[in-house]
């Protein structure tokens, strides 16, 4: 399959789009000015149903519409729009909006690395064990969450994307931070970039004895958004061989593979791109955020689960919608997502229960909600972190006053009449806890 990208400027030429009601057209055109939108003919012809939308789930992943924005913002550009305003004055207001969106959630500036005086752009160092790397080529995706809270890194926003190109830096940071053991390529879509650039990166890993380092990660959606990546493009062969080359150095390709729906399984183009990924020896882990609209009822992630175990993959996490963009649109209260995790976990069998969810990428680590209690007659949220800023804070159960209408952690506050989590006291960090997420959507 030929590789056809659809935006704004030729959506119209979509099969399918005309059924559409035309009041839900232009809100594609006005909402896909402020949030990312990009999609391609496998997703539009192999993917959608297009006698089930607007409720479709992969076509509501992946178009805009009016509810994913504030009514205020949506009218501002609608007006703006309407009055045929120029270029220039429709650029600061919708900059202004992306702005209010919390385009850079949990604090993601502050695990930027430095190396001397100088900071490392294109990587974010959290967690001990794991670097992220965001290579300059793969800040893009083959089509584009209405969700992402990466959606600053492509909507071109000054400042706003981390990227480099150099592996210099890289290797350098590897060799004196003995304590990494994971490389995770991430972006965008790594998977986007050429399978020669690849090649690149992963020699400068294999070739400079950076024996600390044992997986090589690849975050990617591309095999529910092109699997042709690993079946008919140009250098799809070439990507095999890369998997096979970190195999036979003795390292680990570990993929984490975002799905969001059993029906980016269900085609024989994915199943087969999985199969061959596989026999590589490359592992593919799963996860997606769980999504209102999309992915909001147990049975959905069930079947997903079991879809994935019988492709030879390995669910791995269930994330909480993060706070930005569209997520008034997304988000599910956190009693809900405990819900409907626990509901979808009792119906498979142990070889699915490797998947660990709802999980918060917040701030202070990745929190998982272990579920709703009672202690001493008051209503609580069981928490522990999966991940934490500081690892002594990993594994240890703490509580939080339940609250129904919560969904991400800055709106917890400490059970037992508390002022502070355990976290916020031992470390000085978070005096005040509101401003822990940045700007709250
Ligand atoms: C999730 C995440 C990782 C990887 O965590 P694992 O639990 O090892 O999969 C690494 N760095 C950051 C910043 C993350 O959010
Ligand atoms: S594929 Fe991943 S990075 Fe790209 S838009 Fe979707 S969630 Fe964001």
Sequence with gaps: MQYQSYQLHNYTSIPGIEKLPSIDRKAIEISGRILPFKTNNYVTEQLINWDNIPDDPVFTLCFPRRDMLRKEHYETVERLVDAQAGEAQLREAIHAIRNSLNPHPAGQYLNVPSMGDAPLNGMQHKYGETVLFFPGQGQTCHAYCSFCFRWSQFTGMKGMRFAEKETEHLVRYLRQHREVTDLLF???????????????????????????????????????????????????????RIFDKIVRAGKHPAIMAHFSHPAELATTAVQEALKRVRSTGAQIR????????????????????????????????????????????????????????????????????TVRGPIMSATPGKVQILGVSEVRNEK????????GRHPDWVARPFFAAYHPEATWLNMLEPAFGKTKFFFEEEHGMCEDRYELEEVAC
């Design 286 to 353: 799963t996860q997606s955020p769980l999504l209102r609209h999309i992915n909001d009822r147990p049975e959905i992630w069930s079947e997903m689960w079991r879809m994935q175990v019988n492709l030879q993959c390995i669910p791995y996490y269930m994330f909480v919608a993060r706070d930005t963009g569209a997520c008034e649109f997304f988000d599910i209260p956190l009693a809900g997502c405990w819900d409907i995790f626990r509901k979808a976990y009792r119906q498979v069998s142990g070889i699915c229960r």
């Design 380 to 387: 609580v949220f069981v928490l522990h972190f999966l991940q």
């Design 186 to 240: 991430t972006g965008g879509d790594p998977l986007v970039m050429s399978s020669a650039h690849i090649n690149r990166y992963v020699d400068a890993l294999l070739d400079n004895d950076l024996d600390n380092i044992r997986t090589i990660r690849f975050g990617t959606k591309s095999f529910a958004y092109w699997p042709y990546r690993y079946l008919t493009d140009a250098d799809a062969d070439d990507l095999l």
